[in-house]
């Protein structure tokens, strides 16, 4: 027994109705309770007491049958369940080993593959022929990266060969006629195949650095000062001198290291092949910086200067190697330049010789 707002009247326990049930009850409605662990049906009428007051009198009990009947519901939806996620994954199994057999045969395909083949392309126009053609572009790539390092490894192994091979014979014919008129020669020969297989160790060491992709953080540099700095380097009384110009200061952004190889290749390339004089010019171009090297030696052709920045490659290959050229020198510049967003180029020279220029980003700053 309630009172009008739903407390209990009797003294006993609350009944957890809220308003809304409570009104639906005293309209003589039946009300369901779902807060209960299972649904509770109540039933409810208004009635005066002895003492004039109204009292709401409620009753309530589980709806009849209905845990049983939810149990096996219950238990049915559980085996279907059952029986529909089975059915589900041997369908869904069957599907992605009918889609995945082209993926299977490019497996296949991949495993037995030679070198120089590649996957077959499907015909279709979806993801796996996007995959196949992914993967050939990624073993071209592959290719022509074992074929570059394998005609470098042969030549840089036919290039060490060479110095090793001359100091060698000079230092066998000199343990075998001793000459102390001609030791001073020998040592001297020795020492410049020496220094022509350091350099070209150095070249090398250079290179792989680069193909590493290995790159010293950016600084800004005085391309003037490592002009002269590069200028004084190379100078020495048996060689054409080095003049350089620079009308206005200009700087670029690369590393010390960097520039100082270009400048140290560009420049012992020139004087060289140059005659009597060496030019390196430093001039503004914009947001570049133009490097110009000009000689007046023989030039480079027009057939080779296409090639001349490649590896291991000679315009006069017989007066490269009696001049201590291996053919990395401007390979090196090109590659040190073109990893700093630059370009270089070959042409020929006011000077009557060749002009290797260089165009840097310049410094913003």
Do not use: C
């Not at 914009?286 to 052709?301: C, F, I, M, S």
């Amino acid at each position: 027994m309630l009172d009008t707002a739903g407390h209990p009247a009797d003294g006993g326990q609350p009944v957890g109705l809220d308003g809304g049930e409570l009104r639906r009850l005293k309209a003589g409605e039946a009300t369901f309770d779902y807060h209960r662990h299972f649904p509770f049906r109540w039933l409810g009428t208004v009635v005066t007491a002895p003492d004039g007051t109204q009292r709401l009198v409620v009753a309530g009990t589980d709806v009849t049958g209905l845990m049983p009947v939810l149990g096996r519901r219950i238990g049915w939806l559980w085996v279907g369940a059952a029986v529909g996620g089975g059915v589900v994954a041997v369908t869904t199994w069957f599907a992605v080993r009918r889609s995945l057999r082209p993926v299977e045969r490019m497996r296949l395909a991949a495993f037995t593959l030679p070198s120089g083949e590649r996957l077959p392309v499907p015909e279709p126009r979806d993801e796996l022929r996007a995959l196949a053609e992914a993967l050939n572009a990624m073993l071209a790539r592959r290719d022509e990266a074992s074929e570059r390092l394998r005609r470098f490894t042969g030549d840089a192994a036919h290039e060490l060969r060479s110095p090793v091979a001359s100091i060698r014979a000079q230092a066998e014919v000199a343990v075998a006629y001793p000459d102390p008129e001609s030791a001073q020669e020998v040592l001297r020969d020795v020492a410049e195949e020496a220094e022509r297989l350091s350099r070209l160790v150095d070249d090398l060491l250079a290179l792989a650095r680069a193909d590493a992709g290995r790159l010293p953080p950016l600084e800004r540099v005085d391309l003037v000062a490592a002009v002269a700095s590069a200028a004084r380097r190379a100078e020495s009384p048996d060689g054409p001198p080095v003049r350089t110009e620079a009308p206005t200061p200009a700087a670029v952004l690369a590393a010390p290291t960097e520039v100082a190889t270009v400048l140290d290749n560009l420049v012992r390339n020139a004087r060289r092949h140059a005659r009597a004089l060496v030019r390196v010019s430093v001039l503004p171009a914009g947001r570049q910086v133009r490097l110009v090297v000009d000689d007046d030696g023989p030039g480079v052709p027009e057939e080779h200067r296409r090639r001349v920045f490649d590896r291991f490659y000679r315009v006069q290959d017989d007066r490269a190697r009696e001049s201590g050229g291996a053919g990395l020198g401007l390979a090196l510049v090109a590659e040190t330049v073109r990893r700093r967003g630059g370009t270089v180029s070959v042409g020929d020279s006011p000077e009557g010789g060749a002009r290797f220029e260089v165009r840097w980003p310049a410094s913003p700053w």
